[in-house]
């Protein structure tokens, strides 16, 4: 079955040095891969990703002054959504 976004990404305006955190809910279980500004993410010591069934999360430790209007976007088979992340 072709997954349907339930609960879309949402932009996030975060203090610098905070953790920014971006979910979506899907209808049904499906891998899907992180992207900052059209860059894959892995999961590294910065960028931290969970998934558990048909909810998918970031979060971004650390959020820099230079990360302040990046496009976050999450792709899976059939679904692509994007948010922005703004520093305040």
Do not use: C
């Not at 879309?8 to 992180?34: H, K, M, N, Y």
């Not at 892995?42 to 002054?65: K, Y």
């Not at 976050?72 to 692509?80: E, V």
């Amino acid at each position: 079955p072709v997954a349907k976004i339930q609960a879309p990404l949402q932009d996030a305006l975060v203090p610098e040095g905070q953790d920014a955190s971006f979910s979506i809910e899907l209808s049904a279980s499906v891998i899907g891969t992180w992207f900052l500004n059209g860059n894959q993410l892995q999961e590294d010591e910065r960028f931290s990703i969970r998934r558990s069934r048909t909810h998918q999360s970031l979060r971004i430790r650390g959020v820099r002054d230079t990360d302040n209007g990046a496009e976050i976007t999450f792709i899976a088979y059939g679904i692509r959504d994007s948010a922005a992340l703004y520093i305040q």
